[in-house]
């Protein structure tokens, strides 16, 4: 049994990824030393930040005798392409990417790996539960997916091909919770660097091919403050978001068909937010279903647009004074 756990300590590889995060980052990376699981190889990259982080790194790396190997990147080069970095140096079974902002729960690891390694089939991804923390550490939700719960068939978080539900509910997958597995990721090519909301197509792209776990429990705490990705969504969200499902287009009819409702009520949202590049999938929508509703919908939406930009003001105020 002794001989058998230390080659399961082998089974992860941890990197925590960091990035202006020193108000956060020693909870969270005590957070990865305090799993009851040993995490068999353990980096930090730093993509540069330009705080001091990678100083208050080095002195919690000596005080606690060198757990992990630091990476600093000269200059920052996005969370995809970090991620992508930090995939690069895994060799273990499962892959664990980390951002130095959320906590671990203690048993995180140690539950998940065992979950996996029992399952009688080879998903891509562990998905679980996590809560809300704010700046401060208060936890502020108790459950992410329990409201979410109420999506699906019986209140049952979905699991293996959720590729449908994925493209239904947007990325519902609690990111913070989840454990990759290594050789899925690198089938895959790794992540999508064009993108601004990648583990959402990777989500997609691993529950199409190989299928997606789930384990009800709270696995970790994410952390929402001004500064998490998930708050920042504007045009290069946006930008990124609308080039995610048209790749998934011409599989097959029923999702041909929740593709373009989804793209269309998307697009009606990130009107509302002012990106307005994307009411043209409205009018896709409208012409497939021949919905005469929609698409005086699609012509209010652009009208409103009109009168919304700078050039047309200017023009307007031109004609009003000659």
């Not at 583990?199 to 299928?211: P, Q, S, V």
């Given at each position: 049994?002794v001989?058998?756990?230390r080659e399961?300590?082998?089974?992860?590889?941890?990197?925590?990824?960091?990035?202006?995060?020193?108000q956060?980052?020693?909870?969270?990376?005590?957070?990865?030393?305090?799993?009851?699981?040993?995490?068999?190889r353990?980096?930090?990259?730093?993509?540069?930040?330009?705080?001091?982080?990678?100083?208050?790194?080095?002195?919690?790396?000596?005080?606690?005798?060198?757990?992990?190997?630091?990476?600093?990147?000269?200059?920052?080069?996005?969370?995809?392409?970090?991620?992508n970095?930090?995939?690069?140096?895994?060799?273990?079974?499962?892959?664990?990417?980390?951002?130095?902002?959320?906590?671990?729960?203690?048993?995180?690891?140690?539950?998940?790996?065992?979950?996996?390694?029992?399952?009688?089939?080879?998903?891509?991804?562990?998905?679980?539960?996590?809560?809300?923390?704010d700046?401060?550490?208060?936890?502020?939700?108790?459950?992410?997916?329990?409201d979410?719960?109420?999506?699906?068939p019986?209140?049952?978080?979905?699991?293996?091909?959720?590729?449908?539900?994925?493209?239904?509910?947007?990325?519902f997958?609690?990111?913070?919770?989840?454990l990759?597995?290594?050789?899925?990721?690198?089938?895959?090519?790794?992540?999508?660097?064009?993108?601004?909301?990648?583990?959402?197509?990777?989500?997609?792209?691993?529950?199409?091919r190989?299928g997606?776990a789930?384990?009800k429990?709270v696995?970790?705490?994410?952390?929402?403050?001004?500064e998490?990705?998930e708050?920042?969504?504007?045009?290069?969200?946006?930008?990124?978001?609308?080039?995610?499902l048209?790749?998934?287009?011409?599989?097959?009819?029923?999702?041909?068909?929740?593709?373009?409702?989804?793209?269309?009520?998307?697009a009606i949202?990130?009107?509302?937010?002012?990106?307005?590049?994307a009411?043209g999938?409205?009018?896709?929508?409208?012409?497939?279903?021949r919905?005469?509703?929609?698409?005086?919908t699609?012509?209010?939406?652009?009208?409103?647009?009109?009168?919304?930009?700078?050039?047309?003001?200017?023009?307007?105020?031109?004609r009003?004074?000659?």
């Amino acid at each position: 049994m002794v001989q058998k756990h230390r080659e399961d300590q082998k089974l992860v590889t941890v990197v925590a990824l960091c990035y202006n995060q020193a108000q956060y980052l020693r909870e969270s990376l005590d957070s990865i030393i305090n799993q009851t699981y040993p995490v068999g190889r353990f980096f930090i990259i730093d993509d540069g930040s330009t705080d001091h982080s990678v100083t208050l790194i080095r002195q919690w790396l000596d005080e606690h005798g060198h757990p992990a190997e630091l990476i600093v990147h000269e200059k920052n080069m996005g969370i995809t392409r970090t991620i992508n970095h930090a995939l690069s140096l895994c060799n273990t079974r499962y892959f664990h990417p980390w951002p130095c902002d959320d906590i671990m729960l203690p048993h995180k690891i140690a539950d998940q790996v065992a979950y996996l390694e029992g399952l009688n089939w080879e998903p891509g991804f562990l998905y679980g539960d996590c809560q809300w923390i704010d700046e401060h550490g208060e936890i502020f939700r108790e459950s992410v997916i329990r409201d979410r719960e109420q999506w699906f068939p019986e209140r049952q978080m979905p699991s293996g091909n959720i590729f449908p539900y994925l493209v239904q509910h947007g990325c519902f997958i609690p990111t913070a919770s989840g454990l990759y597995v290594t050789k899925v990721l690198n089938e895959l090519g790794g992540f999508d660097e064009k993108l601004f909301a990648e583990d959402w197509d990777m989500f997609m792209r691993i529950a199409l091919r190989y299928g997606i776990a789930f384990k009800k429990q709270v696995f970790s705490q994410y952390r929402r403050h001004r500064e998490s990705a998930e708050m920042k969504k504007g045009r290069h969200y946006w930008d990124g978001h609308f080039k995610i499902l048209p790749r998934f287009l011409k599989l097959s009819k029923e999702y041909d068909d929740l593709i373009y409702r989804k793209m269309c009520e998307d697009a009606i949202v990130a009107h509302g937010q002012g990106y307005r590049k994307a009411t043209g999938w409205i009018r896709k929508q409208a012409c497939r279903k021949r919905d005469l509703k929609l698409l005086l919908t699609y012509f209010r939406l652009l009208v409103n647009s009109l009168h919304n930009d700078e050039w047309f003001r200017k023009e307007r105020q031109w004609r009003i004074l000659n």
